[in-house]
């Protein structure tokens, strides 16, 4: 069974999202994913500065399996990527929720709203 953080909002994509407490957004890949994807040996990171659309393929996540995209889930700005995280892609197998990948100001904080929460995420991933 995945740990799915109940502060966290989630889409049906497999990336969740923090709200920090300045409104800006902080992006990663879920338990459920690195899970799914086996060891994660690289990841490409978006561009400080890149306007995204909400559903944007904007990151890669590979691993010894298979190559994912990672999407914004809302529209926004990036306005930093976790280098820590490119440098040891296998962070994100070790602890899916520290490893973030991006973060985002959103242009509109209140279509975060609309992302699954920690049940209809479960949810969906039960399926």
């Known amino acids: 069974m995945s740990n799915?953080?109940?502060?966290?909002?989630?889409?049906?994509?497999?990336?969740?999202?923090?709200?920090?407490?300045?409104?800006?957004?902080t992006i990663g890949v879920t338990d459920?994913?690195?899970e799914a994807l086996g060891d994660v040996v690289f990841l490409e990171l978006p561009e400080?500065?890149?306007?995204?659309?909400?559903?944007?393929?904007?990151?890669v996540i590979e691993s010894v399996k298979a190559a994912s995209d990672i999407y914004a889930p809302v529209a926004g700005e990036v306005i930093a990527?976790?280098?820590d995280a490119?440098?040891?892609?296998?962070?994100?197998?070790a602890d899916a929720y520290s490893a973030w990948l991006f973060k985002?100001?959103?242009?509109?904080?209140?279509?975060v709203d609309a992302l699954l929460d920690a049940a209809g995420?479960?949810?969906?991933t039960a399926q």
Do not use: I
């Open 104 to 111: 985002l100001k959103p242009a509109n904080v209140a279509d």
């Open 32 to 34: 459920h994913a690195q």
């Open 4 to 25: 799915v953080p109940a502060d966290l909002k989630y889409t049906t994509s497999h990336e969740w999202v923090r709200v920090e407490a300045d409104g800006t957004l």
């Open 86 to 93: 490119a440098d040891a892609p296998e962070s994100v197998n």
């Open 121 to 124: 995420y479960t949810a969906e």
């Open 81 to 83: 990527s976790n280098q």
């Open 48 to 59: 400080a500065g890149r306007q995204v659309a909400a559903k944007e393929a904007c990151a």
